[in-house]
């Protein structure tokens, strides 16, 4: 009888760890975000810079607890996409996101981190995007890494939810 008691205490305690492992906390506040994108099929003639501003930037993003809460990292914000099969651990996350619109397809995302200070992400989209009257195939790849600047986002306004399922 003891025995039994000792298994199912020792089940419940894994249970929560389990449970309760993948809402790790991460500082919400002012996050420098650098993001490197690159084409393996771009939809613009060949000679023809990238308009849309392509290769790497670095952006302030502002994360609210509640964001970091639902999603566990910091997401792309695309017009017209929404979140699907996310996945949270204890130290990352994984998602899909489907786009419909100018821009249609599926990106397969990822984040890890080590800290609640530093983190890294790839974003992996294949699809097309409406150029004109063409409808033309795109494929991007999007590396990230992220640094936790403060707790004070200053004028930088908070992410905003992306639409999920």
Request: glycine share 10%; net charge positive; charged share 15%.
């Amino acid at each position: 009888m003891r025995r039994t008691r000792r298994w199912i205490t020792m089940v419940g305690c894994l249970f929560a760890m389990t449970v309760f492992a993948p809402a790790q906390t991460r500082k919400p506040g002012l996050w420098a975000l650098t993001t490197t994108t690159t084409w393996q099929q771009a939809p613009f003639p060949a000679g023809m810079g990238d308009p849309t501003g392509g290769g790497t930037h670095t952006t302030q993003v502002c994360v609210t607890q509640q964001y970091f809460d639902k999603y566990g990292a910091i997401l792309p914000q695309i017009s017209g996409c929404r979140v699907t099969n996310l996945v949270k651990k204890a130290n990352g996350m994984t998602a899909d996101m489907e786009c419909t619109g100018k821009m249609s397809g599926k990106a397969s995302m990822e984040s890890s981190w080590t800290d609640d200070e530093h983190a890294t992400g790839k974003v992996h989209f294949v699809g097309s995007m409406q150029v004109g009257p063409n409808s033309k195939p795109i494929e991007w790849t999007t590396a990230s890494s992220s640094i936790y600047k403060g707790i004070d986002c200053g004028t930088v306004k908070p992410l905003s939810p992306v639409p999920d399922k």
